[in-house]
């Protein structure tokens, strides 16, 4: 079992849909990363939580440390949100660089 | 102000050959990590140093991979005598201060093929 696990692994949605993906983790972190890596390969990092609920535009990111669980959620998605979500947990007491990484899941959003 | 730089973006080397992989920190950035995405399989974090310093190498492979930031100059990520199971994406991100709440931003990646 990963210690990093994401669901969906895919997800297709309709433009204007609510969409939620789910990050669960196994270990102790000081810090969950959500990143977004486009069809090109490129990363962006989007949030960085180690507490409650980060908002930026029309992404939405939520930690619960007692349940060892995050969510990312798109509002109003659109097809240029098309990519791979990827959840990455920093592991407490580790280094910060030392993350570990979900598998990513896979968003496609159709007009 | 420039992102992180990585460069070659696409590197292709023969079984046995060098690969040198580059990149360069945001400008006030004195933190760098390397990941590296093998084909269809997740980033997996190879090492993080500071200037002149490795901070934590616990992912690097034991063999042939070398890893160095110095005082001036880009980071460079070293793999001896390349074998196919080398061919992967090779990421580095860079962060300015040690510190829980450090954003990391990722370069675009190098694309190493090894025939």
């Known amino acids: 079992k990963n210690?990093?696990?994401?669901?969906?692994?895919?997800?297709?949605?309709?433009?204007g849909e609510f969409i939620?993906?789910?990050?669960?983790?196994?270990?102790?972190?000081?810090?969950?990363?959500?990143?977004?890596?486009?069809?090109g390969g490129g990363i962006v990092s989007?949030?960085?939580?180690?507490?409650?609920?980060?908002?930026?535009?029309?992404?939405i990111a939520t930690i619960n440390i007692q349940e060892k669980h995050s969510s990312?959620?798109?509002t109003a998605s659109?097809?240029?949100d098309s990519a791979v979500y990827i959840c990455a947990a920093r592991n407490y007491g580790g280094s910060q660089g030392n993350l570990i990484f979900g598998k990513g899941t896979k968003l496609s959003v159709k007009p | 102000?420039?992102?992180?730089m990585q460069n070659p973006r696409h590197l292709v080397r023969r079984r046995g050959q060098e690969a040198r992989l580059r990149c360069s920190p945001m400008k006030g950035h004195s933190h760098v990590y390397w990941y590296r995405?093998?084909?269809?399989?997740?980033?997996?974090?190879?090492?993080?140093?500071q200037k002149e310093n490795i901070i934590d190498?616990?992912?690097m492979p034991k063999e042939r991979f070398s890893a160095e930031f110095p005082k001036e100059g880009p980071s460079i990520l070293r793999i001896q005598q390349v074998v196919r199971g080398d061919s992967a994406a090779y990421f580095c991100a860079s962060s300015p201060v040690r510190a829980v709440s450090d954003t990391q931003y990722f370069g675009p990646g190098t694309r190493l093929t090894v025939l």
């Open chain 2, 1 to 4: 102000n420039a992102g992180v």
């Open chain 1, 3 to 15: 210690e990093v696990e994401q669901s969906p692994q895919n997800l297709t949605a309709q433009e």
């Open chain 1, 20 to 39: 939620t993906i789910n990050c669960s983790y196994s270990v102790g972190i000081s810090a969950l990363h959500w990143l977004q890596q486009h069809p």
């Open chain 1, 46 to 59: 989007l949030f960085m939580l180690s507490s409650g609920k980060k908002k930026h535009g029309r992404l």
């Open chain 1, 72 to 74: 990312l959620h798109i």
């Open chain 2, 37 to 49: 995405q093998l084909p269809e399989e997740g980033l997996k974090f190879m090492v993080y140093l």
């Open chain 1, 78 to 80: 659109h097809p240029r």
């Open chain 2, 57 to 59: 190498e616990s992912g």
